[in-house]
């Protein structure tokens, strides 16, 4: 498991704290499929999966429309931007910025199909009181696959990407940036982003994020 974070070193940093949230869902998410024996329902694994598979599809939604290659162009040319082709080579840096964009976009995609893949064993069970051993065996088998290509996706969006969007955003733009991902303004309940992050997190790190100021006006 991740160790705790005592520090941001900018608000876009705060990206790492979702993520951690997103390993420690699929941890438990895992926990219960490798636990459940051969009289256990599906329901507590179905919750957690769909509890996990909500957080995911959220932020890839939102990631994709923040951080796609139009969103990127679009923030290199705001008035007073801190362009990535300002501060390196100008073209060779701009179709790197993209390509990396469009890469991670696509990761979204393959993560998604992985899981509609645990979905079907699911829905392929659901007239089932119990798990049988091979269900239990499929749905372990599916969410390591998942859990591992999400681990993958996650330390190549903070190794590459996150640098990245951190040379060429102001601060002010990534405090917008996070708090776009952490309320959702087009739900009746915004927060339940936030909650569902929170949850994951220690008491040390909640502060990390409510330092931040984000000022969620829709957000109440």
Known sequence: ????????????????????????????????????????????????????ASGLLYFFEQEDALMSPAALEAESSRPGAKSVTQLEHGGLAHKVKREMAAANGRGHLELTEML?????????????????????????????SLRLALDDHLEDEETFLLPMLRRSMSEDRQREVVRR???????????????????????GERQLLAGLELNATSAT
Request: include cysteine.
């Open 1 to 52: 498991m991740t160790s705790e974070f005592t520090a941001l070193e900018s608000p876009l940093d705060a990206i790492r704290l979702i993520h951690k949230a997103l390993r420690s869902r699929g941890a438990m998410v895992a926990q219960i499929a490798e636990q459940a024996g051969a009289e256990s329902s599906l329901q507590a694994f179905r919750c957690a999966f769909d509890s996990w």
């Open 181 to 203: 991902l952490l309320y959702d303004e087009e739900s009746p309940e915004p927060h339940w982003i936030m909650n569902w992050v929170a949850e994951a997190l220690t008491p």
């Open 116 to 144: 509609e893949e645990v979905l079907t064993v699911l829905n392929g069970e659901i007239q089932r009181t119990s798990i049988i051993q091979r269900t239990r065996q499929h749905l372990c088998q599916r969410v390591l």
